[in-house]
C-alpha cells in the first residue's frame, strides 16, 4: 500500500540522549515535512526538504537536525540541546504543487 | 513569513446544525489552502483545499471560501453530525514556490447530540 509510515508510535528518551525518528514514504513525493505539536499550539513546522540533499530551518529548528539522502526518507534527529522535546511529532510529504499526506505520528516523552 | 491565525479555538454546536471557522493569511503570495481534520492521536487529514483561483468549494457537507483582497478563508460544515467532532486545522502555502506549509493554531469542535 502507498502511504507514509513514522515509527515508532512511542518513544522514550533520557535527558542528554539523542533520538532519532524515522519518516518513510513510498508516494514518490519530492517534499517532505517535520512538525511538532504542542496542546494548544497546532503544528509548528521544525524543516522542510523539497528535494533530496536539500532541506531547510522551519520556524523552530533549534535542537534538532535532518538529513534527506534518499526521496523517500526524511528522519529527524531530537538532539540533547532541545531543551523541552516531550510532543507529537508528524511527518508529512507531498507532491509539488499538492496537498501533503500526514503520517500516523511519534510520540516522544524524556524521562 | 507567512502568519496564519484561526478562530476560533474551541465550537461547540448541536447537531444539525452549521458549524464556521475562520482564517486569515499574512503572505500575499500564498496560493493554496488546505484544511485538515485531526482525531485524537492521530494524524491530521486532508478534508477539502481551495488554491487563489477561485472563490468557493464544496464537497457535499463541507465548503470553503475565499477572500483573497481580505485576505482570509473559512470552513462551512453544514448539517453537523458527532463524526464531525475533532480539531481542525487550517493552513496555507505558496505552491510553485517555497512549497512550505504554514499552519493555524486549531479548532476543537465539538457536535453536542
Known amino acids: 500500500d502507498g502511504g507514509i509510515t513514522q515509527s515508532p508510535k512511542y518513544l522514550f528518551r533520557k535527558e542528554g540522549q539523542n533520538v532519532t525518528l524515522s519518516c518513510e514514504q513510498n508516494?514518490?513525493?519530492?517534499?517532505m515535512y517535520w512538525y511538532r505539536q504542542d496542546p494548544g499550539q497546532g503544528l509548528r513546522l521544525i524543516y522542510y526538504s523539497q528535494i533530496v540533499n536539500d532541506f531547510q530551518k522551519g520556524d523552530i529548528a533549534e535542537g534538532y537536525s535532518v538529513s534527506r539522502e534518499k526521496k523517500e526518507s526524511f528522519p529527524l534527529t531530537v538532539t540533547s540541546a532541545q531543551k523541552n522535546p516531550t510532543a507529537f511529532y508528524l511527518c508529512?510529504?507531498?507532491?509539488?504543487?499538492?496537498?501533503?499526506?500526514f503520517g500516523q505520528g511519534t510520540r516522544l516523552t524524556v524521562v | 513569513g507567512e502568519n496564519v491565525e484561526q478562530h476560533p479555538s474551541t465550537l461547540s454546536v448541536q447537531e444539525g446544525d452549521s458549524a464556521v471557522i475562520k482564517c486569515t493569511y499574512s503572505?500575499?503570495?500564498?496560493?493554496?489552502f488546505p484544511w485538515y481534520k485531526q482525531e485524537l492521536g492521530k494524524g491530521p487529514q486532508l478534508i477539502i483545499d481551495i488554491r487563489s483561483n477561485v472563490g468557493e468549494k464544496k464537497d457535499q457537507r463541507i465548503a470553503v471560501t475565499l477572500n483573497k483582497t481580505a485576505k482570509h478563508f473559512s470552513l462551512h460544515i453544514t448539517e453537523t453530525q458527532p463524526e464531525d467532532s475533532a480539531v481542525y486545522f487550517c493552513a496555507a502555502s505558496i505552491r510553485g514556490g517555497n512549497e512550505k506549509l504554514t499552519f493555524g493554531t486549531g479548532t476543537r469542535l465539538t457536535i453536542i447530540p
Open positions: 503572505d500575499s503570495a500564498s496560493n493554496y
Open positions: 508516494l514518490n513525493h519530492d517534499a
Open positions: 508529512a510529504s507531498s507532491p509539488r504543487q499538492d496537498e501533503a499526506f
